[in-house]
C-alpha cells in the first residue's frame, strides 16, 4: 500500500511526462519497440523485488534510510521506462481526428458546416483490453481528453460564427458533431483543433449535404448602374447540394415587362433558360445580361430596381407557378439591384460643311444642336476652334435647357481678318453642356472653307477696252490702206 501510495503521490509527474515525452520521441521499428518492451519489462520485475525485499529489511531496521530510497528510486525510473515501452510498441498516441465537415443550408439560407470529430486510439484501446494492471500503467491519463477547442479558418481568418467550440471531454472511440455558421462561403478551410497543450490544422474540403435539391447563387456585383438603352451584365456563381442530376430553371421575378434579359454561359455564350450539373460537378459559373429600353414609359431614372434571380428544381418551380410568393423559396434565389441612369448626348449636325469664299467674303451657316441621348441637357455652349486671326459669332451663345430628342437652331459666323491668304482652311465647332451633374462633350464638326483671290474688274475693263481700241485701230489702218 505504501508503493501505490507514493506512485500515485510522487510519481505520478514521472509518469504523465513519460506519456507526453513519447509523442516526440524517434520513430523505431515494431521489432525495435518490442525488444524494448521486453527489456523494461524485466529491468521493472528486477527493480520490484528489489524494492519489496529493501521495504521488508526496513521495516525490521536492517537497511539505511539511504539504501532504501535507491532503490524505490529505481523502482520508479523501470516504471517509467516500462510505460515508455509499452505505449511506443503499441504506438498510441492520442489523437482527435475530423471525421467529416459537411456544408449545408437552413431554411433561412444560412450556409452551416457541421464538423465530426472523433478521439481515435485503436493501440489505447488494445492497451485497455489487454487487462494491465493500473499500478503499471495510468489508465485514467488516456480515457478522456478534456478541454478540446474548435476553430474554422480560411486565409488565416477565423471563418465561423461562434469563431470557437469547446468539447468538456472526449472518450476513446467517441465522436461529437459541432455546428458552425460560414461567415464567407468556401469550398475548402483549415479545422483548427486545439487540445493536449497543442494544435493541429486539418486542411479539408467541404463536402455538400445531399439531403435536399438545392443551388445557392451568389454575386459580387449584385446591385449595377446601366444606362437607358444599354445593358448590364452580372457574373453568377451556382453551387449544388445534392449530389442528384437534376435540371434547374432559371428566370427572374420582381423586372418590369420594359427590361428583356437572358441567361448565358460566359464561355461559350449559349442563352440558357435551364441547366443542369454533370456528375462530380457542384459549382457553375453563369452570366444574366439585362437590356434596357432607350424611352421607358415606367421606370424612373436613378430610382433603384430590385428583383431575383432564380434557379429552382422542378418541385420549388411548380410551388412558384402556383404562389408566385418570393418569401417562400429559401434556396435558389439572389437578391439583385440595377439603377437606370440617363446621359445626354449632343448631335450637331449642318447642311453643307464646305464652302468657298474670295477674299474679303464671310461664312455664315445654321448648324443643328440635338439631345440624342436619354436625359435632359443643361447649359449648352456651341464653342468654335478659329484658325490665326479669325474671329466667330454664335447666336445663341448658350442654350438653357434641351429635352431629349429636342433640337435648336444656332446661327455660326465665320469672319476671316482681312489680309488673310488664298488657300484652304478648317475651322472647328464643337459644345458641351452638363446632364445629370456629369460633363458632356460633343464631337468636333470640322468646316471646310476654300477661299480664292478676289476678281479686280476694273482693271480688266480698261484690259477690254484697251484691246477693242486696238482692233478699232488695225480696222481703221486696213481700210485706209485698200482705198489707197
Known amino acids: 500500500m505504501s508503493f501505490l501510495k507514493f506512485s500515485k503521490e510522487k510519481g505520478f509527474v514521472l509518469i504523465f511526462l513519460s506519456f507526453t515525452l513519447l509523442f516526440i520521441s524517434p520513430l523505431l521499428s515494431q521489432s525495435e519497440k518490442l525488444l524494448k518492451l521486453k527489456k523494461a519489462e524485466l529491468t521493472l520485475k528486477e527493480a520490484k523485488g528489489d524494492y519489496e525485499r529493501a521495504l521488508k ?23 517509467v521506462e516500462y510505460h515508455e515501452a509499452y505505449l511506443s510498441f503499441f504506438g498510441s498516441e ?25 478521439y481515435s486510439a485503436r493501440e489505447l484501446e488494445a492497451l485497455f483490453s489487454s487487462g494491465i494492471k493500473e499500478e503499471l500503467f495510468p489508465l485514467n491519463l488516456t480515457k478522456e481528453i478534456k478541454d478540446i477547442h474548435v476553430s474554422l ?10 469563431y ?39 486542411a479539408v474540403y467541404l463536402l455538400k449535404e445531399g439531403s435536399s435539391n438545392l443551388v445557392t447563387m451568389s454575386s459580387s456585383q449584385f446591385s449595377q448602374e446601366a444606362e437607358l438603352g444599354g445593358e448590364a451584365v452580372y457574373q453568377l456563381s451556382l453551387e449544388r447540394y445534392t449530389r442528384e442530376g437534376s435540371n ?23 442563352r440558357l433558360s435551364q441547366i443542369r450539373f454533370p456528375e462530380g460537378v457542384t459549382s457553375m459559373k453563369m452570366n444574366l ?24 428544381g422542378e418541385e420549388e418551380w411548380k410551388k412558384f407557378l402556383s404562389s408566385q410568393n418570393i418569401e417562400s423559396i429559401k434556396s435558389g434565389k439572389l437578391s439583385l439591384e440595377i439603377v437606370p441612369k440617363g ?5 450637331i449636325s449642318a447642311e453643307n460643311l464646305y464652302h468657298e469664299i474670295k477674299v474679303g467674303e464671310n461664312i455664315s451657316m445654321e448648324i443643328k444642336i440635338k439631345n440624342s441621348g436619354t436625359r435632359r441637357l443643361d447649359g449648352i455652349k456651341v464653342m468654335v476652334d478659329l484658325p490665326l486671326g479669325w474671329r466667330g459669332e454664335i447666336e445663341p451663345e448658350l442654350i438653357e435647357t434641351l429635352e431629349q430628342e429636342k433640337e435648336r437652331i444656332v446661327k ?67 481700210i485706209k490702206l485698200t482705198r489707197r
Not at 70 to 77: A, C, D, W
Not at 94 to 118: F, I, N, P, T
Not at 343 to 347: H, K, Q, T
Open 343 to 347: 446621359v445626354g448626348r449632343i448631335e
Open 289 to 312: 445580361r439585362l437590356f434596357l429600353p432607350k424611352n421607358p414609359s415606367k421606370i424612373q431614372i436613378d430610382k433603384p430596381i430590385k428583383f431575383y434571380a432564380l434557379c429552382l
Open 248 to 270: 434547374f430553371r432559371l428566370a427572374l421575378y420582381g423586372v418590369p415587362d420594359e427590361i428583356s434579359y437572358e441567361f448565358f454561359d460566359p464561355v461559350s455564350q449559349a
Open 164 to 202: 470557437q467550440r469547446r468539447i468538456e471531454s472526449l472518450s476513446i472511440g467517441e465522436s461529437k458533431d459541432l455546428d458552425f455558421i460560414l461567415l464567407k462561403d468556401v469550398e475548402s478551410l483549415y479545422v483548427s483543433i486545439f487540445y493536449l497543450g497543442r494544435e493541429e490544422r486539418v
Open 412 to 478: 455660326v459666323k465665320f469672319i476671316p481678318p482681312e489680309d488673310v491668304s488664298v488657300g484652304d482652311y478648317e475651322p472647328k465647332i464643337k459644345a458641351e453642356s452638363l446632364s445629370g451633374g456629369k460633363r458632356i462633350e460633343s464631337d468636333e464638326k470640322v468646316v471646310r472653307v476654300h477661299i480664292s483671290s478676289r476678281t479686280n474688274i476694273l482693271g480688266i475693263t480698261v484690259l477690254i477696252l484697251i484691246l477693242i481700241g486696238i482692233m478699232v485701230g488695225i480696222v481703221w489702218f486696213g
Open 57 to 79: 529489511l526496513k521495516e525490521m531496521g536492517l537497511i539505511s534510510e539511504e539504501e532504501f530510497s535507491k532503490k524505490e528510486t529505481s523502482y520508479l525510473r523501470a516504471q
Open 153 to 162: 479558418l480560411s486565409d488565416g481568418f477565423i471563418v465561423s460564427d461562434p
Open 94 to 118: 492520442a489523437k482527435v481526428v475530423v471525421q467529416s465537415a459537411v456544408k449545408w443550408m437552413d431554411e433561412k439560407g444560412r450556409l452551416h458546416v457541421r464538423v465530426s470529430l472523433l
